[in-house]
């Protein structure tokens, strides 16, 4: 997604899956997922090599706002670095609304969401059901509203040493 392009993706109800050793990588744009039907999914492809982020990787400066639908890897793809389903990258920015993330694994951290350098990760709604594994202390982590994390095999929001989650209401 090129610098300043607005992306809607409307998965109505349909599973996509991602090309074949790849993943959706958002560079500079905006791109906004939601389900208008129910029961849509977004699926890393069954083969992303041994990079990170299964289903999609935000960069500087992407820009993700999950409103509905789900993210996930592929259940057959196993080899993701860092984050199964979401790597947010330096400068990168994740709004999750609404939706779903989960049915990550990664070999080495953030088996769903993998946040690092000075990305933004802000959570008002919607279920990371699995672990977020947060780590730099430059992220800045946001969550509220009527959100839910529920553990993973490594808990739930994984924090650098030193990392102060700031509690407040957004």
Known sequence: IMAGDHVVLDLRGH???TAYSGRLYL?????YVLDTVGGG?????TDTGTA???A????NPGIVNLYS????????????ANGGVVYLGNGGTLNIKGGTIEGGSATSAGNNIYATGKSTLNMTGGKVAGDIYVASTDVKVN???????TSGEAGGLILPEGYRLPLKKI
């Not at 999914?41 to 492809?45: F, I, P, T, V």
């Not at 969550?143 to 994390?149: D, F």
């Open 52 to 54: 990170s982020g299964g």
């Open 15 to 17: 599973t996509l899956t």
């Open 27 to 31: 560079i500079y744009g905006y791109l």
């Open 41 to 45: 999914k977004m699926m890393g492809s």
């Open 69 to 80: 639908g789900t993210l996930t890897e592929n259940p057959m793809n196993v080899t993701n």
């Open 143 to 149: 969550v509220g509203g009527k959100s839910t994390i």
């Open 56 to 59: 999609i990787m935000i960069g």
